[in-house]
């Protein structure tokens, strides 16, 4: 699940597991997304996988849990706020070793929800929010995004790796000034 730079000035992007096919939702499944960005990334070995959840200490599979105001709770109401939390810490400093150029999330979900979230009233109704560790990462100064924004996520990545990541520059390097 370890990526690194590599000499070609690539940088890793760190990935919700589950969108990978890693069984690691609150049900045990996985929310797999087959792209060919993915495909691409991963072959190109930048990818660090995280599930926030169960680095946190939360089993797989779980009770389902939302935001509730500065709280995570559970549909049986027990409190999972700390759980979540060190889950947003484990990621960020997976974020830090492998500076990461950004984050791809799962959508909605309540630590890796980039724009959205799920109400907390377990009704199914999504708001506008983010996820603990979506949060988390985007205040520690990361690009984060959801796995429905991949033409932005990787606009983003080409902008921070310049144009030298993919390859020698066709422009001349400038000629040092004599003063």
């Not at 389902?64 to 995570?72: K, L, S, T």
């Not at 559970?74 to 984050?103: I, M, P, Y």
């Not at 690009?143 to 422009?171: K, M, T, W």
Request: include cysteine.
């Amino acid at each position: 699940m370890a990526a690194s730079r590599g000499g070609s000035g690539r940088r890793a992007i760190l990935v919700s597991a589950c969108l990978l096919g890693h069984p690691v939702t609150y049900t045990g499944d996985d929310n797999f997304v087959d792209d060919p960005r993915l495909r691409r990334w991963l072959a190109e070995g930048r990818v660090i996988a995280v599930c926030p959840e169960v680095a946190g200490g939360l089993s797989t599979p779980r009770p389902p849990a939302e935001i509730r105001g500065d709280r995570v709770v559970t549909v049986d109401g027990r409190d999972v706020t700390e759980a979540f939390q060190k889950g947003a810490e484990a990621a960020l400093a997976l974020a830090r070793h492998f500076d990461v150029a950004l984050a791809l999330l799962k959508q909605s979900s309540p630590s890796c929800g980039s724009r959205r979230i799920y109400d907390g009233t377990f009704s199914g109704r999504k708001i506008p929010g983010e996820g603990v560790t979506a949060r988390r990462l985007r205040e520690a100064g990361f690009l984060v995004f959801g796995e429905d924004e991949l033409d932005r996520a990787e606009a983003a990545l080409r902008a921070a790796e310049g144009p030298s990541a993919n390859g020698p520059s066709d422009a001349e390097p400038e000629a040092p000034r004599g003063g």
